[in-house]
């Protein structure tokens, strides 16, 4: 048996996000984001599921704070809903900043520090209507934006992150359509990728002039690609392209103001860097104090089958046109490693985690001086509730949650700056196009009663968080 001990200021926390928790659709003042007309769209989502109630966290917020607390979870990392604070995209609404007030307050007031996240991928509608992220103004109505919530949270949270999963926002949305807004276009997806970093660097700036004294920074999500065949230079190829197209397409902008040669190379007649004017990118590399690093799992890439001339677009499980988000690099395959699989069926992983962030630390955030965060890591699986509700997940969740802490510790002892860790999720909820599907809380949600139950990760992870400590067996 081995003890790993974290360090005494270590952060134990859970991360949710607005659209997947809050329901309450139109209440407050709340308008559609581009996730309700997604959810409402047929074949969107798995099941025609919806966040129009999911966990209805909008009610029972002071109920689920208090779990937190009994559970010893020192740090919330939440999502605000731009349509529910500026239901226009626009114009503050003073009722939707009232639930973040009061958010803010009961965490304060448990002593849980609040990590609040700006934009975790739902854009108003009304903003959609005019291009959304294609469109360069949607990155200063951001900045906008961020500055009517800092204005009224902004003594109450120190952490502050401007964008959830970029990646998610520009390619899985507007080039795979797999995200809200579904569309299917590379050129689309590239531009919304520099819009979404220009509206980043916008915030920054609105955010260090308005408080120097919050921590700024953002959430990306990463892959560690490896080649399937080490010796085969197509799938060494394969390899750079994925990672360019997933890491580093985002990285080096934040880190180096620039995009990467070869990643402009890859993308270049989907337009990478058309939509780049003069200046943006010390717009965009303004220093942050903390990168938000989410990791589910890495991947083995091969390259392209030989005479592969399969249509790059596609029908998705539900009927509706998909595309690879890998824009200009839509051939390459992914191959399995034979690892076990969640039930998202993505491989378990857990020493791409290590890798990962020794490698941010040593290429980007070191040099920075910028501290890391994991801001979301966790599990679904195909939980089993008992009669009264009660999901033993020992050897699913926690298995998983304890192999990427020991992973996390291992990234530390080898010199990257850690300081914390938040599993996603704290509750089952909305799983974006896999709906309510997909269960990734270490508390079940039973979605007919609204009924909370922690798992015995959740208690199991309770004790990791009190002890600082992870048993190994
Ligand atoms: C991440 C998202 C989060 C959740 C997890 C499973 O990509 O940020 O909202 O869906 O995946």
Redesign the pocket.
């Known amino acids: 048996m081995t003890e790993l001990t974290f360090p005494p200021s270590f952060s134990w926390g859970t991360a949710t996000?607005a659209y997947?928790i809050e329901g309450a659709r139109h209440e407050g003042g709340r308008r559609d984001s581009i996730w309700d007309t997604f959810s409402h769209t047929p074949g969107a989502v798995v099941n025609g599921d919806t966040g129009d109630v999911t966990c209805d966290h909008y009610h029972r917020m002071p109920s689920d704070v208090a779990l937190m607390a009994s559970l010893g979870i020192d740090t919330y990392r939440f999502s605000v809903s731009w349509a529910r604070v500026c239901p226009d995209g626009r114009t503050p609404n003073p009722e939707g900043l009232d639930f973040y007030d009061r958010l803010v307050d009961e965490l304060v007031g448990r002593r849980i520090r609040p990590w609040l996240t700006l934009y975790?991928w739902d854009l108003p509608q009304a903003l959609q209507d005019r291009g959304g992220w294609t469109n360069r103004d949607t990155a200063s109505a951001f900045a906008d934006y961020a500055g009517a919530v800092l204005d009224r949270l902004g003594d109450r949270v120190p952490v502050w992150t401007t964008l959830?999963?970029p990646w998610?926002s520009s390619f899985l949305s507007y080039a795979a359509g797999e995200h809200a807004p579904g569309h299917t276009s590379p050129t689309e997806a590239v531009d919304a990728a520099h819009h979404l970093l220009l509206g980043h660097g916008l915030a920054v700036q609105r955010i260090r002039a308005d408080r120097p004294d919050v921590s700024v920074g953002i959430t990306t999500?990463h892959t560690v690609a490896d080649p399937a065949d080490p010796s085969n230079p197509a799938d060494v190829d394969a390899a750079r392209r994925i990672d360019g197209a997933f890491n580093r397409v985002f990285l080096d902008p934040l880190f180096r103001g620039e995009y990467p040669a070869d990643v402009l190379e890859d993308m270049a007649e989907a337009g990478l860097g058309r939509a780049a004017r003069d200046g943006d990118f010390a717009v965009i590399s303004s220093p942050i104090d903390v990168l938000g690093v989410?990791y589910?799992n890495g991947a083995a890439v091969a390259g392209a089958v030989p005479g592969d001339e399969s249509p790059l677009v596609f029908a998705g499980p539900g009927g509706l046109p998909r595309r690879s988000p890998y824009v200009g690099s839509e051939r390459v395959r992914f191959v399995p490693r034979g690892l076990p699989v969640t039930a998202m069926g993505w491989e378990v992983q857990p020493e791409g985690l290590t890798r990962l962030l020794v490698r941010l630390q040593e290429e980007y955030t070191g040099p920075a001086g910028v501290r890391l965060h994991v801001t979301?890591n966790?599990a679904?699986y195909d939980d089993v509730p008992d009669a009264a509700g009660f999901v033993d997940d020992t050897h699913t969740r926690s298995a998983y949650v304890r192999d990427h802490l020991a992973a996390v510790h291992a990234a530390i002892e080898a010199g990257a700056a850690v300081d914390g860790y938040m599993v996603?999720?704290m509750l089952d909820n909305f799983?974006?196009a896999w709906g309510l599907a997909k269960r990734?809380g270490i508390v079940r949600v039973d979605f007919d009663t609204l009924q909370r139950t922690p798992k015995a990760s959740a208690l199991w992870y309770a004790e990791v968080a009190r002890s600082g400590r992870v048993t190994l067996d």
Do not use: V
């Open positions: 996000a997947q975790h959830n999963e998610c999500n989410n589910y979301e966790g679904a996603w999720s799983e974006w990734f």
